[in-house]
C-alpha cells in the first residue's frame, strides 16, 4: 500500500475552475487543498487497514503542503490567498477567484481561519455581479461569453457554481440560524434563475438572468445537491442547539 509523494511537486492542470486560453501556473490554491484532502483521506485509509508507517507519511506529507501553502500562496499585504504563483518568478497572480473556495472545501485551513474568512470576504465582495440579476462570477474580468466590458459592475457572468460554492462556505461559516439565512437566499437565487423545467445553465447573462452557455450542466446540479444538503444539515444542526464543528 505505499505510494511515493512529492510534497513539492504539486501542478495546476488548468487556468482555474474552467479553462481558459491564458494557459496555465502551477500551484493554483485550489489544487494543493485537493492534493492535501486526497493525502489526509489516503492517511485514514491506512488507518483502516492497520499500515500506521503510511498513515504517519500521508498525514506528514499533507501538513508540509498545508504550511507551505500558508506560507508562500497567501499575501499578507492584501490579506488573501493568491490565485496562483508563477514557479520561475514566485510572482503572485492576486485575481480573485472563486476557485479559492476549495482551501476550506478539501480542508487544507478550516473556515473560522482568519487567512479563509478575509479570502471568502473579498471573493464575495469583487466578484458579486452588481446588476438586478445578482450572483457571482467565477473571476475578475472573467471574458469567457462575456457581455459587457463594464468589468467594475459585471466582473464576468454569474456563474451558479461559484454562487453556490459562497453559498456553501456560508452554510459551514454559520453560527446561528440568523447567519444561515443568506445562504438559502443565494440557494433561492440559483432557482428562481433556472429554466422552467428545474435544469441549470452554466451561467447566466448579467442582464436579464437568461441561461447563458451549457444547459444543463451537471456540475450545477451537483453543486445544488451539495449545497442543499449541507444547508439541511447545518439547520438542524443549530435548531437542535448541537455544537457546529469546522
Known amino acids: 500500500m505505499g505510494i511515493d509523494l512529492a510534497p513539492d511537486d504539486v501542478n495546476c492542470p488548468d487556468d482555474t475552475i474552467a479553462p481558459t486560453a491564458n494557459?496555465?501556473?502551477?500551484?493554483?490554491?485550489?489544487i494543493v487543498a485537493a492534493v492535501y484532502g486526497g493525502l489526509v483521506a489516503a492517511a485514514n485509509f491506512a488507518d483502516s487497514f492497520g499500515?500506521?508507517?503510511?498513515?504517519?507519511?500521508?498525514?506528514?506529507?499533507?501538513?508540509?503542503?498545508?504550511?507551505a501553502a500558508k506560507r508562500i500562496l497567501y499575501c499578507s499585504?492584501?490579506?488573501?490567498?493568491?490565485?496562483?504563483?508563477?514557479?520561475?518568478?514566485?510572482?503572485?497572480?492576486m485575481t480573485?477567484?472563486?476557485?479559492?473556495?476549495?482551501?476550506?472545501?478539501?480542508?487544507?485551513?478550516?473556515?473560522?481561519?482568519p487567512m479563509v474568512a478575509?479570502?471568502?470576504?473579498?471573493?464575495?465582495?469583487?466578484?458579486?455581479?452588481?446588476t438586478d440579476v445578482g450572483g457571482i462570477a467565477r473571476y475578475e474580468r472573467?471574458?469567457?461569453?462575456?457581455?459587457?466590458?463594464?468589468?467594475?459592475?459585471?466582473?464576468?457572468?454569474?456563474?451558479?457554481?461559484?454562487?453556490?460554492?459562497?453559498?456553501?462556505?456560508?452554510?459551514a461559516a454559520a453560527r446561528s440560524l440568523d447567519e444561515l439565512r443568506s445562504a438559502f437566499e443565494m440557494l433561492r437565487w440559483v432557482t428562481r434563475h433556472g429554466r422552467p423545467s428545474g435544469?441549470?445553465?452554466?451561467?447566466?447573462?448579467?442582464?436579464?438572468?437568461?441561461s447563458v452557455s451549457v444547459c444543463p450542466l451537471s456540475w450545477s446540479h451537483a453543486e445544488?445537491?451539495?449545497?442543499?444538503?449541507?444547508?439541511?444539515?447545518?439547520?438542524?444542526?443549530?435548531?437542535?442547539?448541537?455544537?457546529?464543528?469546522?
Open 96 to 113: 480573485v477567484d472563486a476557485s479559492l473556495f476549495g482551501v476550506p472545501a478539501f480542508g487544507l485551513l478550516p473556515v473560522s481561519d
Open 51 to 67: 499500515e500506521m508507517p503510511f498513515a504517519e507519511k500521508y498525514r506528514k506529507a499533507a501538513a508540509e503542503i498545508r504550511d
Open 142 to 171: 472573467d471574458a469567457f461569453s462575456r457581455v459587457t466590458e463594464d468589468f467594475g459592475k459585471v466582473p464576468g457572468n454569474p456563474w451558479a457554481i461559484s454562487t453556490l460554492w459562497i453559498a456553501q462556505y456560508k452554510v
Open 77 to 93: 499585504r492584501t490579506e488573501s490567498f493568491a490565485r496562483r504563483i508563477d514557479p520561475e518568478t514566485e510572482e503572485l497572480d
Open 199 to 210: 435544469v441549470l445553465p452554466e451561467q447566466f447573462h448579467p442582464f436579464d438572468g437568461s
Open 118 to 130: 478575509s479570502t471568502m470576504r473579498q471573493v464575495e465582495d469583487r466578484l458579486r455581479v452588481r
Open 224 to 246: 445544488f445537491v451539495i449545497t442543499v444538503l449541507d444547508y439541511l444539515e447545518k439547520r438542524q444542526m443549530l435548531e437542535g442547539n448541537t455544537p457546529c464543528l469546522g
Open 23 to 30: 494557459g496555465a501556473f502551477p500551484a493554483c490554491p485550489h
